[in-house]
């Protein structure tokens, strides 16, 4: 759980659960806007285009660089984690038990490849 480490070292107040669809909560700078970019990317795409002219406009070209590449490499890297059915390791495991109580990802189907 690197946001919840990075967001602790940085003072800022992240919200773990708007990724089952709470409201968005967060400290961060256009925080909002980087969610709902993230979650049309994935989800629809058609968004996208009015989204990235609003990301340059508020952010800049470079932002909007950063934000998309971070998605495609989440994307990818979860798409090939669930696909190859990778375990959480042990300290993974131990060190999200709320987490992932609170978040109802143990309901998930890959999470039977991790056992506690």
């Known amino acids: ?31 909002e806007l980087l969610v709902e970019f993230t979650e ?3 989800n629809y795409p058609p968004k996208v285009s009015d989204l990235t002219a609003e990301i340059v406009e508020r952010m800049g070209e470079e932002a909007f660089v950063k934000a998309s590449s971070i998605v495609a490499i989440f994307n990818g890297l979860v798409r ?10 042990d300290v993974m495991m131990s060190n999200t038990v709320e987490e992932r109580e609170e978040l109802g990802l143990n309901n998930y189907q890959g999470f039977s490849n991790s056992q506690e």
Request: net charge negative.
């Open 1 to 31: 759980m690197l946001l919840r480490a990075s967001s602790k070292a940085t003072d800022n107040n992240v919200s773990l659960s708007c990724a089952i669809g709470e409201p968005i909560a967060t400290d961060i700078e256009h925080g």
């Open 40 to 42: 049309s990317a994935n």
């Open 80 to 89: 090939s984690a669930d696909a190859i059915g990778i375990p959480l390791d």
